[in-house]
């Protein structure tokens, strides 16, 4: 399962190692496409990296502190810092190939 992110553990859950998260909203189309991706995605790659999701409707600071202007976006973080921003549905593929340069 994804990590359900918040203000309150964000910092905590991305501090260390890769970690993907998604940013989305329950009536967003495109968004409904890519959450199982997602989900898929955290059950490959427990372990090695973290996925996690952030529902904009409900953490709009986070959102706005990362200019997420559209949605979904998806943002790569390494230890803590973003290193790659993705806007609109990705495929697994793709996701999981940037995780892998990042690791």
Not at 92 to 99: F, M
């Amino acid at each position: 399962m994804a990590v359900v992110m918040t203000k309150d553990n964000f910092t905590q859950s991305v501090q260390n190692g890769v970690t993907l998260v998604d940013f989305w909203a329950p009536w967003c189309g495109p968004c409904k496409m890519q959450l199982p991706i997602v989900e898929e995605l955290s059950t490959e790659l427990e372990g090695t990296a973290t996925v996690g999701t952030i529902n904009v409707d409900e953490q709009p600071e986070l959102a706005s502190q990362f200019g997420v202007m559209s949605i979904p976006t998806l943002i790569l973080f390494k230890d803590g810092q973003p290193v790659d921003k993705m806007v609109g549905l990705q495929s697994k593929d793709a996701l999981k190939s940037k995780i892998a340069n990042q690791q």
